[in-house]
C-alpha cells in the first residue's frame, strides 16, 4: 500500500567490463528526492551526485554507478527517499 522509505542493494561489481546502474522509478505524481550511499571495503562512499537526485512524477532515472565507484569486485548500495 505504501512505498519503502529504503532499499538495499548488496551486491554490485564496476570491474572493467561491467555495467553498474541503479534504476530510479517513481510511479506517484509528486516528485521524490533521493539519496544514495556505496559501501565498498575501506568505508563508506556519498558521491554529491548522488545526494538529493530528483526523479520527477512519472519518470524514470539511471545513476551509472561504475562512474563513481570505480573498479571494485564488490560493493552495496543504500537508497533512501
Known amino acids: 500500500r505504501e512505498a519503502s522509505a529504503s532499499w538495499y542493494f548488496p551486491s554490485q ?14 510511479p506517484f505524481s509528486s516528485d521524490a528526492g533521493v539519496d544514495v550511499t556505496s559501501a565498498v571495503a575501506d568505508g563508506v562512499r556519498s558521491p554529491t551526485e548522488w545526494t538529493g537526485v530528483v526523479v520527477p512524477a512519472g519518470t524514470v532515472k539511471v545513476l551509472d554507478l561504475a562512474a563513481q565507484i570505480q573498479r571494485r569486485d564488490q560493493f552495496a548500495v543504500t537508497v533512501r527517499v
Not at 561489481?13 to 517513481?26: M, R, Y
Open 13 to 26: 561489481t564496476s570491474l572493467i567490463g561491467a555495467t553498474a546502474q541503479l534504476v530510479l522509478f517513481n
